[in-house]
T-cell receptor
């Protein structure tokens, strides 16, 4: 079945360490997104990519980095510069139609819960 | 710029009662609107969407929503709540020409009591 796979489901990081969250999709979607979810704040966009080797900052990109070397993969690195990284991270993907919103909405992965210890 | 406001971060209903979750949007052009549901420690699942066709939209699990342009609203309803409806619900908006991005509300946690 097609879908998005995020790994790991739970991740623990020591302060000062970089960690990378994996996101892989087999839906042949062009666009991929990373969101951060905190209680009471909804989903906030970190980065998004609409084409291989290109990506744009979202609303809260500071302390994060991404790459898009393959259409199927969009890993997120949480760097030591991110001062409050403990959160639930969601990856999503969508069909891309130039100039129009994603009529089918986004497909989401099951998330990675990152905790700083 | 597009945005959504979800009134009520927590809503509690009795099993069998009407569910009403509120969403108001702000958009400079006719938007596309979505409702998603999230169960604990899981991703978001699409419930229903409005994409400028019928203003009353039916989704999965018996939910429906009505697009009201005059009120800039897209409230989610279900006639009879079930225990399995307990989850967090998110409203989202996207504008044509807005770069294919969805903007989410802050979410409403629905509790269903016996």
């Amino acid at each position: 079945d097609g879908g998005i796979t995020q790994s790991p489901k739970y991740l623990f990081r020591k302060e000062g360490q970089n960690v990378t969250l994996s996101c892989e999709q087999n839906l042949n979607h062009d666009a991929m997104y990373w969101y951060r979810q905190d209680p009471g704040q909804g989903l906030r966009l970190i980065y998004y990519s609409q084409i291989v080797n290109d990506f744009q900052k979202g609303d809260i990109a500071e302390g994060y980095s991404v790459s898009r070397e393959k259409k199927e993969s969009f890993p997120l690195t949480v760097t030591s510069a991110q001062k409050n990284p403990t959160a639930f991270y969601l990856c999503a993907s969508s069909i891309l139609v130039a100039g129009d919103p994603p009529l089918s909405g986004y497909t989401f992965g099951s998330g990675t819960r990152l905790t700083v210890v | 710029a597009q945005s959504v406001t979800q009134l009520g971060s927590h809503v509690s209903v009795s099993e069998g009662a009407l569910v009403l979750l509120r969403c108001n949007y702000s958009s400079s052009v006719p938007p596309y609107l979505f409702w998603y549901v999230q169960y604990p420690n899981q991703g978001l699942q699409l419930l229903l969407k409005y994409t400028s066709a019928a203003t009353l939209v039916k989704g999965i699990n018996g939910f429906e929503a009505e697009f009201k342009k005059s009120e800039t609203s897209f409230h989610l309803t279900k006639p009879s709540a079930h225990m399995s409806d307990a989850a967090e619900y998110f409203c989202a908006v996207s504008e044509p020409g807005g770069g294919n991005k969805l903007t989410f509300g802050t979410g409403t946690q629905l509790k269903v009591e016996l």
